[in-house]
């Protein structure tokens, strides 16, 4: 098993080339979500970043069995009537971004799971905690990615998935949902050896392995229980369960 896996997109093209030379030699092609609303800073303008959405659509399409399209919270306020909105929403175009989210919307998916090597990897936007799920038993219930993808379209779902945290808004919770999940909710700082400890609130049972993205950095965050990928860069996934940058 090789799976190439794409971060957060915003309208950049980085992973058209991870395509073009790695896309054919992988089983499956992974988007962690955020195709639209670009950074100000970052020279993409909102049009340029619909048509790399359109782009991506359209690849999906024509690869069923091998791409896979999962929502982020950029996604989530185009896609979901009243649903919290994120930064740079895209209101002068949002009703285009409606259509064209309502017009795909079975090919999106919140969670997804591989079994690589022997390691069963869970992928969602932002990381799926613990905590955010005991508080949201009563609506999830067990953690699969049957459950999980559920939570779009059960009584409920949507307001657990708008659980944010406190790190990105004033009284939030202590974690945030599987398209809103902070990375600082996912570690500590040793100060005085100089290291980041992983917090066990993000290390899932059943699973053996996350990756997400959501929050953006300058290079990866890998360990051995999760990694977090949003860094502008693909990467592809051995069956050895090691992560290369490409």
């Known amino acids: 098993m090789k799976l190439l896996v794409i971060p957060d997109v915003h309208g950049r093209t980085f992973w058209k ?12 092609i992974i988007f962690i979500g955020d195709y639209v609303d670009p950074y100000k800073d970052e020279g993409i303008t909102r049009k340029e970043s619909m048509a790399v959405f359109d782009e991506i659509i359209n690849f999906r399409l024509n690869n069923p069995d ?34 064209m989210y309502r017009s795909h919307g079975s090919i999106f998916k919140l969670a997804h799971e591989e079994t690589v090597g022997d ?13 955010w799920v005991e508080r949201n038993k009563s609506i999830i219930g067990d953690v699969t990615v049957d459950n999980l993808n559920h ?15 406190k790190y990105r808004t004033w009284l939030g919770y202590d974690s945030g949902s599987i398209i809103w999940s902070d990375i600082r909710e996912k570690i500590d700082i040793d100060v005085v050896n100089e290291k980041l400890i992983t917090l066990d609130d993000s290390i899932v049972k059943g699973y053996d392995y996350q990756i997400f993205g959501h929050t953006l950095m300058e290079k990866e965050m890998i360990n051995d229980n999760w990694a977090c990928l949003d860094c502008k860069k693909a990467f592809i996934l051995n069956d050895d369960m090691k992560l290369e940058e490409i």
């Open 17 to 28: 080339d991870a395509v073009e030379k790695y896309g054919g030699e992988c089983d499956k």
């Open 66 to 99: 091998k791409v896979v399209l999962l929502i982020g919270n950029h996604d989530a306020h185009y896609m979901i009537p009243h649903f919290v909105r994120s930064t740079r929403y895209n209101s002068s175009n949002a009703y285009h971004l409606k259509e």
């Open 119 to 131: 390691k069963k990897v869970l992928f969602t936007h932002a990381g799926l905690m613990n905590s």
């Open 151 to 165: 939570l779009i379209d059960i009584p409920g779902g949507v307001t657990a998935l708008s659980d944010i945290s």
